[in-house]
């Protein structure tokens, strides 16, 4: 008896093992193996996904790099082929300056216009320009070669105002009125109204003085003091430049250093018998040297943004 | 008869270029531009004459002017009328910046 209740009693174990492994252990097993796949594969795709991108961030960093090879390949390429016509174009147009003798005015301006409209940024035109106007004999107002003059001026004028554009851009002018006049009848130096300009987060005084004007060269002699206030101290720092001023002085060549790499010119925008207009204009030192931060401005934001061009400035161009 | 005329009229066309003079800029007050449709007036000092002009957007604005000389100018809108300020008007177009400051009620005109 007790044997077959034994028995009965394991038999009935056994169906219930059975009964559990079969009703609540397989599909928990299910459900394990379910949960531990799709853990893996959730783990084992952001894997995947980290190696992609980091892929991707490797080959736009070396395609970055390319394009920066590529495009300084491209410019020093252009650059060369540009200074090899600016040699031949400059060796031509200094013939003229070399032998006046054999040339005649009209051509001289000429070479000069061409040679300030492709160099002003390189050279110092001034004895150029010096040059010619001391070979124009101009006997009167009504003499015809007064127009060789005013075509001079203009020349001068016009490459001043385009390197002003550029200079207003990224820095800070002011303009005064010079009363010739009144100069004429005071003793000493002409004081104009001073300007404080700040440039770069740094603010320096400004102070023109005119001490004499030249009506025949229509130039003038002028001193510029600045002052800038030091960050640190009370003291103050203090640059004085005494020079001739006149439609000859351009402002990426002919301007006065100062500290943190910043310069400051003054050109001259007219000039009459009565009187005169000057414009005074600070900027960044990096604009007084020929197309360097054009490059600079194109590399830098190649390795910001990782794009060649700006896109924003090719939508507005096109 | 037709060879004086084209003298007379090449004289004359040349004395309008070569007396000729336009002034531009901007006029700005407490940093930003003035409001459109204030007035600009100058009255030169060699003729007595007045030549006014408005401003446009931006506070820009341009004023033609047959002759050179000295000029007194003059800013005003419904809330200014600035003091005048001494302008010289030349051959050739220049520009003149302006900045509107009010001192002890009166603006002032000072060139930028």
Redesign the interface.
Known sequence: MEEQEKAKKEKYLGTKFEKFTTRYLGPCGSLIIATAILISGYLGSNYLKEQASAKARSEKGVLTMEAIQIYSNMMREQEEAENRLRKDMFNSSMKVFSMPDTYKLEEQILNLELLALNFHETFNLKPFFRFIREQIPVSSVYDPKETYLTRLYATAKSIMKKQMMVLEGEGE?????VDLERLGQIQGSLQL?EESLVVEGIKRNYKIYVRKANDKLKEMLIRLEIRTQKKSSEDVNTIISEYRLDYFNFPMIHNVTLAHDQRCAIVL??F?E??A?ITLVTFPGSLAVRGKPYYQDVIQNLLVTGKLFDENINKELW | MKKYLIVILFLLLNTTIAFSGEIYGTIKKDGKPIAEGSEIELEMLTSGKTYSSKCAKYGSYSLYVPG?G?GLLIIRNEELMSEPI???I???A????FVLEEKNGSFLV???
């Open positions: 002018k002011f303009s005064r009125m109204e925008n007219e009459t009565s009187c207009d | 050179k000295r001494l302008i010289y030349y051959e050739n220049i520009q003149y910046d000072r060139r930028r």
